[in-house]
């Protein structure tokens, strides 16, 4: 079964930090553009920042930008988000993403895998 787990959410004091990791798991994304997105309460989901397969090409927010890091480890097949000076209102369920992209780096077609998130809270 293909899986994207992620973890180390919690709960941080606004001003803190926090380092999210997806492990994939039933196959590798090493192929694979992946990111992260975010959901609030009561809001849509919103893009966070991605990373394309080698690592060289990041996209981010822009009200993340200089804050988080994405980065990547295509030997553990696992993506980070290093989150800093975090804020009350970036308090959300976090999800990684990844396109369907095989290994060999051929379109699978078909929708995003998603992970089941993992909830982020910044108190302030």
């Known amino acids: 079964q293909v899986q994207l787990v992620e973890s180390g959410g919690g709960l941080v004091q606004a001003g803190g930090s926090l380092r999210l990791s997806c492990a994939a798991s039933?196959?590798?994304?090493?192929?694979?553009?992946m990111g992260w997105f975010r959901q609030a309460p009561g809001k849509e989901r919103e893009f966070v920042a991605s990373i394309s397969w080698g690592g060289v090409i990041t996209y981010y927010a822009d009200s993340v930008k200089g804050r988080f890091t994405i980065s990547r480890d295509n030997a553990k097949d696992t993506v980070y988000l290093e989150m800093n000076s975090l804020k009350p209102e970036e308090t959300a369920v976090y999800y990684c993403n990844a396109e369907p992209r095989r290994a060999n780096g051929t379109w699978e077609g078909g929708p995003d895998y998603w992970g089941q998130g993992t909830q982020v809270t910044v108190s302030s």
């Open positions: 039933g196959r590798s994304f090493s192929s694979s553009r």
